[in-house]
């Protein structure tokens, strides 16, 4: 079974529940915990781990990918050797996600969505999810992302720091099965539903 914990500066704790995004923060800290970008390696998932432009090759969420990026590769992107040690390679790019949940950077003032790419590395990890419940991500042309984030407020999320086991065998095959359900069914309409154990996603202008 993989352990690991999760660390949280008090001091910044108040500011985040102010500010309506301490849960946002917190369901990022347990994807990873549930192994989004801490096991990658052990399950040969990552490729060019430590360079400036690692990628991701697990197949469901490439197939996502593709289809939410008009593209054609055989990986989805991950942050790279810049972004430093907690950031690199353990998250999708921020270049090419920008506001998507599992970056490395929460983008204060706008909604962060949990995209099918990320409900489908769940599958990749061998969990049964619900792709029909990922959250509206909306893709900008690269010129509008890099107009958003220039205005955006982003605040770094955490770091990871070390998988206390690193091993496989025994991984849940259900979220349900780490957390209890109820932590998942969120109360402010403004925050992320939980992707990939709940049924439905939030409605929205924006187009899956």
Not at 37 to 43: A, C, E, F, M, V
Not at 97 to 113: I, K, W
Not at 197 to 206: A, C, D, H, I, P
């Amino acid at each position: 079974m993989c352990s690991s914990d999760l660390q949280f500066d008090t001091a910044d704790l108040a500011s985040l529940e102010a500010a309506g995004e301490l849960l946002d923060v917190i369901t990022h800290e347990m994807m990873h915990v549930l192994g989004f970008g801490t096991i990658w390696t052990d399950l040969g998932l990552l490729v060019g781990a430590g360079s400036v432009a690692p990628t991701y090759i697990g197949s469901q969420a490439t197939a996502e990918y593709n289809t939410r990026f008009n593209a054609t590769g055989t990986s989805v992107p991950v942050e790279g050797s810049a972004a430093g040690p907690g950031s690199a390679d353990g998250h999708w790019r921020e270049s090419v996600f920008d506001n998507e949940l599992m970056t490395p950077f929460y983008n204060s003032g706008q909604v962060n969505p949990i995209s099918r790419v990320t409900v489908a590395q769940f599958a990749d990890l061998g969990y049964q999810v619900n792709l029909g419940a990922a959250e509206p991500y909306l893709v900008a042309n690269s010129s509008a992302r890099s107009s958003a984030r220039s205005t955006a407020v982003q605040r770094p999320m955490g770091r990871i720091l070390a998988m206390t086991d690193h091993k496989t065998v025994g991984l849940p095959r259900n979220v349900e099965d780490v957390l209890p359900i109820s932590f998942w069914h969120r109360t402010n309409s403004t925050s992320n539903s939980a992707a990939v154990v709940q049924s439905n996603s939030r409605t929205s202008e924006k187009e899956k």
